[in-house]
């Protein structure tokens, strides 16, 4: 023991622990950057693990089994995230535990060495790499910033599973019933706004001419009655109308369709939810 503390191999074994910390937090800022970066364009990302999250969120809500507390949802995956068989938590704590580590080993070769009768030069040495030691493992963080990174990563995913996926999912799988009765009553205010216009039109056609006798423009109407045509911006409009119901249900079919086939793909993942939750 005198033997490692005379030739410093204590200091040596310490420097090289906190160099591995402040390692270990360039990493996590650089996974979490590029977590960050591909968060920004969820629906379109190709990272295997966000794709995860969402396929796992989607088939909750295909079981009928909504999320309530979407934050502990996203919280408990990036808990799950791990890096070297570590997770990122244990990874980002790095400069807590080799602060913790350099202290108790410093605190006990001090006391080793006054026991070995040290010179006072060895002791004012590891006491001062150990002060470095510990305001350059908060500068670590103060640098790459990880949790401020995480904490960033987190709400971007919040907000998108709330304001976007959640809101779709619950009208597509929870409540198909009231957003059928939605896009029908949303037609049928367009018929009723459209309707005093066709009278309008069907009037016109029906008032005589000018020059044109009430009682001759109703006998002639009588015996000769000509085919009503609607004007052009009517016909364009009406036309639009059954346009958009053809798209509308052109989509439907499409949405059953993927939906069909995504539950034969994810036909795994879906026991592993039931297993999990059941």
């Known amino acids: 023991m005198k033997h490692l503390l005379e030739h410093y191999n204590l200091l040596f074994a310490m420097t090289i622990l906190t160099a591995v910390a402040i390692l270990l937090k360039c990493i996590c800022a650089i996974v979490y950057q590029m977590l960050l970066r591909d ?3 969820v629906t379109s990302t190709k990272n295997k693990w966000l794709r995860s999250m969402i396929t796992k969120y989607e088939a909750c809500y295909k079981l009928q089994m909504p999320i309530y507390d979407t934050d502990t949802f996203i919280r408990t995956y990036l808990e799950q995230y791990r890096l ?34 040290l010179p006072d030069r060895w002791i004012l040495i590891h006491s001062m790499t150990l ?4 305001i350059f493992l908060p500068m670590s963080e103060l640098i790459f910033q990880v949790r401020y990174k995480k904490k960033m990563l987190r709400l971007q995913l919040l907000n998108h599973f709330e304001n976007n996926l959640r809101s779709r999912l619950e009208g597509q799988y929870l409540y198909p019933e009231k957003r059928a009765a939605y896009q029908q009553e949303y037609f049928q205010t367009e018929d009723k706004q459209l309707q005093p216009e066709k009278e309008k ?7 005589p001419d000018n020059g044109q006798q009430p009682e001759a423009a109703a006998t002639h109407h009588q015996t000769k009655e000509e085919p009503q045509q609607l004007e052009p911006d009517m016909q364009e409009l009406l036309d639009s109308l059954l346009a958009e119901n053809k798209i509308t249900k052109e989509l439907k079919e499409t949405e059953e369709k993927l939906s069909a086939a995504a539950t034969r793909e994810k036909y795994q993942l879906v026991e592993e939810i039931i297993r999990e939750y059941l």
């Open 84 to 117: 070297f068989g570590l997770s990122m938590n244990t990874l980002e704590k790095s400069d807590y535990f080799c602060g913790l580590t350099v202290s108790g080993c410093t605190l006990f070769g001090i006391m080793f060495g006054i026991y070995y009768g």
């Open 131 to 134: 002060v470095l030691f510990l």
């Open 39 to 41: 968060s920004e364009h």
């Open 201 to 207: 039109a069907e009037d016109k056609q029906m008032l």
